[in-house]
């Protein structure tokens, strides 16, 4: 059973950084691509970023370009989104997820497994 746990979620100021971390198990983490979705009140679960199964590829919403990075650690089956520059405009739910693919891709339909989601809250 392929289980996904995020951590790193909390309460910062507009301005500064977080990262989260998604541990993977169940699955060979390594032969698939992982992305990170967010999940505002009261809007759809948009796409935030992913990375190939390497991690040689990566792909990013215009939102976050910039300002957050996603990587791998296939030896630790994690996947990582590291934010900074916050806004109050980026607080939401984040939710990992794996792709039934090798390949990042922004499609939410490609994506198979999701973690529970970790709170992220940036005040102004």
């Known amino acids: 059973q392929v289980q996904l746990v995020e951590s790193g979620g909390g309460l910062v100021q507009a301005g500064g950084s977080l990262r989260l971390s998604c541990a993977a198990s169940?699955?060979?983490?390594?032969?698939?691509?992982m992305g990170w979705f967010r999940q505002a009140p009261g809007k759809e679960r948009e796409f935030v970023a992913a990375i190939s199964w390497s991690g040689a590829s990566t792909i990013y919403a215009n939102s976050v370009k910039g300002r957050f990075t996603i990587s791998r650690d296939n030896a630790k089956n994690t996947v990582y989104l590291q934010m900074n520059s916050l806004k109050s405009e980026d607080t939401a739910v984040y939710y990992c997820a794996t792709a039934s693919t090798g390949w990042a891709t922004r499609a939410r339909h490609e994506y198979d497994f999701w973690g529970q989601g970790t709170q992220v809250t940036v005040s102004s």
């Open positions: 169940g699955r060979t983490f390594s032969s698939y691509a």
